[in-house]
Structure formats: C-alpha cells, structure tokens
C-alpha cells in the first residue's frame, strides 16, 4: 500500500520509493529509504500525510505520500535495535 | 594548483597555511530547529532573527568576537539537511565550506534528535575540513531521561564532540576551544564512512585519476564520491574524465550507507531512547485536524490582528498625550527662542507632525510583531504550510508558499527574501507577486488613521477587512497566473509538500523580545530616517510654490503635483491633490501617507481627538467621506510597496522586466479594485 492509503497512528515499513528525480533524492536525503520505519501521525482532507521517521516529523504533499509504498511493521519491538528491513527478507 | 583553475569547482583546501593575527574563520552549519542561530547570537551578540521553521537563515550573516587572542569571525550558513545541489541553500553552503574562507566548521546538532542530525555531520566529515560537533539542546536530552555517551560518539565520529546548549549559555567556552585546538588537527587517515567494497573500489581509482590532475587536492575522496552520486555540480565541472568508472549514479547505495552506519551510532551512543511526542501529538490532533485544522487558523490570525488593532490602540492614547504635551513644549520653546514662524512650522508641523505621528503606532507594530514571533516560536507556523497546502495547491502552489505569505504581514522585505526556500522559479515569481497583497505592518497607520475618523464602532472590522481581502485577492492572482501558465505549458510542475514539524514548545522569552526588539528598532530607524526625511521634503514642497513661503498650502509646489494625479484617482472617489500627493510620499514608506496627511492638514498629531475632529472637518468639506476612505484603504492595501521591497523585489527576480511588471500589476490593481469599490460603493449608498 501507499502511504496516502496507510492507517493513522499504525506503524510502517517503507518497502520502495516510485517517486522520480530530485523527489526521490530529496527525501533519500531525509533518510527515507528502503527498510526505514515510519509512524503515520495524520492525514488532511486533500491527502496531505504528517508522518513519523527517524525522529522527526514530516509533512508531506498527497503526490509524494502516493508513490512511497509502505507495508506494515509487524515487529513488537518499538525501539531502533531492531534491524532494517532487508533482514526480514524484504526486497523490492 | 587552485590558481590555475580559477574556475574550476574543484579547488583544494589549503587549511594548514599559516595563521597570522590568530583569526579563525568559523562557518555554522547545523539542520533547520537545531538552534543554531541562537548558539551564533550567543556567541556575537548580534541579535538575528530566531525562527522555528526551515530555511529561514537565507541570508549570510557575519558576527566576529575576541575570545584569548584569538579574533573569531563567525558565518551563520542556512539551515539545510544535507550537502547535494538542489536547493540555493545546499548550494550556498557547499560552496562556502570548499572555499578557503573558512577554516572550521562548527557542526550545530540537536542532541534530541540525534538521528536526523548525524548525516548532514557525516556529509561534513566526508568534506576533508575540520569539523567540530555542537551537540545543542542538551537540556532536553536531559529532560526527556536520555542520555548520549560522550567517550563513544567522538570515537565513532572521529571529531571532538562538545555538549552546548545556546538558550542558557551553557559549554560556550568550551566550544570555542575546542573550535582554535581542532583546526590544526591533521586528517585521519581512516574514513569514517566506509562504503562497500565495489563503491570503495571506484573511490580509490576516481581518487587516483583525480590526483593525477590536481596533486596537491585535499579532499579526492570527497570529489570522486560526489562524481560517483552523479552530483550536477561538481560533474558538470569536473575536468577528469571518470564515465567508465562511474556507470551509474550510486548516490542510493551512498545515502543508505550512511544511514546505517548513523543507526549503529545511535545503538551505541544513545541510552533511554523514546519518542516523548504525546505533548505534540495531542495538539497536533486538534491543530492539524482535518476539518478543524482550517478554521483553527484563520481563527488564530483573526485574533491576531483584532487585538492589534485593540489592545495597541490602549497603549497608544499614552503616548498620543505625551506626544501633545511635547509638541506645545517645543513650539513654547521656539517662540520663546525667537525663532521665525517658519522654523517654528518646520519643526512642529514637518518634523513632530510627520515623524511623531508615526511614533504613536509603534505599540500596535509591537504587538503584531509579538504575535508573529509567538506563532514562529511556538512551532504552530511550519503546521500552517500542512493545514493550507490543500488551498494553495488548488491555486497552483505548495503549502510552503505560505510562509513567505504571513511573513509579509510583518514586512514585506524578509518575506520576499523567504522565497528563497521554494524550489522552482515560478513558483518564486508567482509568491513575489502576490506577497505585498499581504498587508505590512507598515499599512497599519492608514488603516487604523481612516477607520477610526470613519466607520466609529466599526472601525476594527473595517480594518480586519484588508488583510481578508488582501488574501483573496493574493491567492486569486496565484490562481489565475497558474491557469494562464497550464494553458501555455501543457505539463505543469507539480508543487509537492514536504516540511519538518518540529515539536511544539513553549516560545523562549528571549528569543521573542530579541524578535519584536529587531523590528521595533528597525521601525524606529525608519521613523528617523526614511520618514524623517520624507516629512521634511513634504513640509517643503506644501509650503513652498512658485511665489515662495506660502500660507496656503494649495499654492505650493505639492499640490501642483497631487493635481496631476488627481483626474486619474477621481473614478476611485480619491481626486483630491492631497491624496494623490500622499500616495506618491507613501512609495519611500507606507507609513508616510499618515505623516503627509499630519502635515497636510496642518495638524500635530492627527490620531488625537481634537486633531481628529479637526482633520475630519477638512476632509468632509472636501467632500471626503467613508466610501472615499475605504477605496483609500483598498488602494494603499494594494498599490506598490514601499522602494525597500521593490528593491528587494528587483534583487530576487533578477530581471528588470519582471521588476517592471510586478509594479505596473500592483499599481494598475490597485486603481481597478479601488475605482470598483468607489463605484459600486456608490450605486448601494
């Protein structure tokens, strides 16, 4: 699924980022890769989303929540000991 | 080497020259909200703008002080997240830091967000210049129950790591030492940043050719990285063919790179790690809510303005008197001084007319100003850009556009510079057009001064409809220049959202009173300078004309003008030489119009109740009535700013032609809405 489509306050796992040049680089360069968790906190009327990731907050635009495809974190364990998600055998 | 290449982007750094006179040039560079240019007002005392929202540093801003016998001379850098070539701030700050202008880098970090802030420190370690970490807002860090392991991170960084924290002044010395022990520390050998065996590989043969070329290059390894990340900048300048090297850009790999090894320095270095958020998103909730989340706002900036315009004006009646008293002081003074009743009429008619009257405003530009500073600091104003992004994309604009749009209702000149962090050209022109409709503080003179002769209980409303109708009419020309734009352009750009929203905080009283302070002053040195100036002009062209001293003022050299521009204004119900003559003196500055009208009509100070009375005789046996004042209000709400935006203007489009229409646009809008005003004001009276 897509951020934009993802559950508020549900914690997710970002699987792959369709979003073309310099978008991509731009959040690439937030730290928003593949395996990064994010928390998704809110989202507006005009699919505007606020989201949790590496603990800052984000606001972003509906054309850029749409293409980051997430899936969800099922791991227990809350806190960053826990490896990226390569490890869960996650690929593209 | 670097003499020969000029030009040339890659240029080496020479930073073990010798030192004579013991100067330190120290550039600041930290992510937006680390509190950076609160640690460099700590440090300079002078006292810049501290704001809570990104990129809001876009200017240099120099501070120098002695510290030992050193002499530091500090570089305030833009907030920015990483070192690439997108934004003219990345770009600014990459350049400065390869220059030899600088010779350590201060890296300021906010320690409670450690994550995010370690790989824009990474990207300066990589830069092969002295770096030493400022980790700020160690108090929170403390707060909060964390605890960061001081032995281990500069271990794992390779760099001294020194605990500060700006807002209480705290590790300030101790900062500065390291900052004069560290710049003669010689690189590491080991990188901090190891890559993957085939990126290294590429790295050693890149670095390789790269030293053939230039031998004496400082920093290969950074170069040939960013030659492998394909980075436009330092590609399209670079002189060494490397394509059969890099066969594609690894710029993903580089990044994921770093953020593994951050996450393994956050697993070592941080203790109690938590998101204590809940304060933040409980508000957030309300705040950024979906359907509340827009009417919360305009609620806010109602509030903001009303008490601008009502609790100023309480404060205000106190200085009124005060200003009465001194003004009947200083003409009792003069005549007993013998002094000539045109000197007399120069001083207390020009100068305490024009220049006092301006004075008088000053507690409602403070307290707009405090609002405004109470907003930025509180972390409400980034929520704004998330809230408004849905209307401004409608209108063809990101919701980042906003913030340059509320800036403008404090001065139009920061907001304009603003601009600065949107990304694409058209948007900036589209935001540059349309920021002077926010109305400036500088306009609150002639709002308040109009409304209050004319529309008695109403007079607060009438004022509050400018900045309503300002907006309107600001997000309707971005509307329609977006359409005229789509129709010539077949693919629009997409104007994406994306924003840091950092956590609420109570608003440090500090940084709010240097805030309202700057722009106090700033408001002050205008009445002394611009305003002063200008009055005395105006009191010289009203009583001066073709036969000398006049006593009546329709014979002077200003009313021949006025008159010129007076058929023009008549459609607007503004055909009077004095307007006309009060709109011209209001381009030097806004507040202008207010002090030519004191001195036009012969009156010290104009917001008294016997000026005002006085003043609204006069303008009613001219024929002057409330539908004349408010077309007045909607003119001035939109005609031309003052020279000091247009200069700015000028400067941030780069282009006369532009500068050119963006002052014919505002002139000839403010004639339609005010002429459309008057007349269908008319038919309904």
Known sequence: MTLKDARKGEKYIIEKSLLKQPAKQRLEAMGLIEGTKVRKINQALDGSVIFMVRGTRLAVGKELAEFIIVHEDNSINTNHSKKRGKEDGIKQ | ?685
């Open chain 2, 1 to 685: 080497m670097a003499s020969n290449n000029k030009n040339n982007a890659i240029h080496s750094v020479m930073y073990n020259k010798k030192y004579e006179a013991e100067e330190l040039n120290i550039g600041f560079v930290g992510n937006p909200n680390s509190g950076k240019t609160t640690l460099f007002n700590a440090y300079t005392g002078a006292r810049l703008k501290v704001a809570n929202w990104p990129g809001v540093t876009v200017e240099k801003k120099e501070g120098a002080f002695k510290y030992h016998n050193h002499i530091y001379k500090l570089v305030d850098l833009p907030g920015i997240y990483s070192l690439t070539s997108y934004s003219i701030e990345e770009k600014v700050s990459r350049q400065y830091i390869l220059s030899d202008d600088v010779d350590v880098i201060v890296d300021v970090a906010d320690a409670s967000n450690l994550e995010r802030n370690l790989y824009l420190t990474l990207q300066l370690i990589e830069m092969g210049k002295p770096v030493v970490l400022a980790l700020n807002m160690m108090d929170i860090v403390e707060e909060r129950g964390m605890e960061i392991d001081l032995h281990r991170l500069p271990e794992m960084l390779g760099i001294p790591v020194i605990p500060v924290c700006a807002r209480k002044k705290t590790g300030l010395n101790i900062l500065m030492h390291a900052v004069s022990h560290h710049r003669e520390v010689e690189p590491k050998s080991d990188y901090v940043v190891v890559y993957s065996n085939l990126i290294e590989d590429k790295i050693k043969k890149i670095t390789a050719r790269l030293l053939k070329k230039y031998p004496n290059l400082h920093n290969p390894r950074f170069y040939a990285i960013k030659l492998l990340e394909k980075d436009s900048e330092i590609t399209s300048t670079c002189t060494v063919d490397v394509s059969d090297i890099v066969d594609k850009s690894y710029e993903t790999e580089i990044i994921n790179r770093k953020y593994d090894f951050i996450e393994e320095i956050i697993e070592e270095v941080l203790v109690n790690k938590q998101e204590k958020t809940e304060m933040t998103d409980r508000v957030d909730r309300i705040l950024t809510h979906k359907i509340l989340g827009i009417p919360i706002f305009l609620g806010v900036m109602g509030l903001v303005f009303f008490l601008t315009f009502t609790l100023g004006d309480g404060i205000k009646g106190i200085l009124e008197g005060w200003l009465e008293s001194f003004s009947a002081w200083a003409e009792e003074g003069l005549v007993a001084m013998n002094t000539g009743p045109i000197i007399i009429s120069l001083i207390i008619d020009g100068i305490i007319g024009g220049v006092g009257t301006i004075l008088t405003f000053l507690p409602n530009i403070a307290f707009l100003f405090l609002c405004l500073a109470f907003l930025e600091d509180s972390g409400y104003m980034a929520r704004v850009t998330y809230v408004m992004n849905g209307i401004m994309n409608k209108i063809g604009l990101s919701g980042r556009a906003f913030i340059p749009m509320l800036l403008g209702f404090g001065c139009t000149v920061p907001a304009i510079m603003a601009t600065r962090t949107l990304e694409n050209d058209r948007d900036r022109r589209k935001v540059i057009l349309i920021t002077p409709f926010m109305s400036c503080s500088a306009k609150i003179p002639i709002y308040v001064l109009l409304s209050s002769l004319f529309f008695g209980k109403f007079a607060s409303l009438a004022a509050l409809s400018m900045y309503v109708i300002g907006m309107a009419a600001g997000l309707l020309t971005a509307f329609v220049s977006t359409k005229i734009e789509n129709k010539a352009d077949k693919s629009p750009a997409v104007n994406q959202l994306l924003i840091e929203l950092p956590e609420y905080k109570t608003p440090n009283a500090y940084s709010i009173l240097v805030y309202v302070w700057e722009n106090v002053k700033e408001y002050l040195s205008k009445a002394g300078t611009t305003i002063f100036l200008a009055s005395v002009v105006l009191w010289f062209i009203l009583r001066f004309g073709t036969i000398g001293y006049v006593e009546d003022m329709s014979l002077s050299f200003g009313a021949a003008i006025g008159r010129v521009l007076a058929p023009v204004l008549k459609p607007a119900g503004l055909g009077f030489w004095q307007i006309g003559l009060s709109l011209i003196a209001g381009l030097a500055a806004k507040e202008v119009v207010v002090s030519s009208m004191g001195i036009l009509f012969g009156i010290v100070n104009i917001e008294s109740a016997s000026g005002l009375g006085a003043m609204l005789q006069t303008l009613g046996n001219m024929g002057f009535g409330a539908l004349n004042a408010y077309s007045m209000m909607i003119f001035v709400l939109f005609y031309t700013p003052c020279v000091a935006a247009l200069a700015v203007i000028a400067k941030e489009l780069k282009s006369a032609k532009w500068t050119a229409l963006v002052f014919l646009f505002q002139l000839v809008f403010a004639w339609v809405a005010s002429v459309l005003v008057y007349q269908i004001g008319g038919l309904l009276i």
